[in-house]
């Protein structure tokens, strides 16, 4: 499992910051080894800056939140 991607420029389709950070993640879950239909995130937070969006989830086992799970997913101000 990668510990970063940086740079990927991945094409996701004009939405709001969390629909775009999730089409990312689920269309690369085998990557990331989560599952395809990302039941086991949740959403932490979405931060704005100049430079784009950064978006925050958690990953749960059942009811329960994985040990340092952090997955943040960072949207350039030019994807919007």
Do not use: C, W
């Amino acid at each position: 499992t990668p510990v970063a991607v940086y740079r990927p420029n991945y094409p996701v389709k004009s939405a709001d910051p969390e629909t775009m950070a999730r089409q990312y993640l689920r269309e690369n879950a085998s990557l990331f080894k989560m599952k395809s239909d990302l039941t086991d995130l949740k959403l932490r937070s979405i931060r704005k800056t100049t430079a784009g969006y950064h978006v925050r989830f958690d990953q749960y086992f059942d009811q329960y939140p994985v040990h340092n799970s952090d997955i943040v997913v960072t949207i350039n101000s030019k994807n919007l």
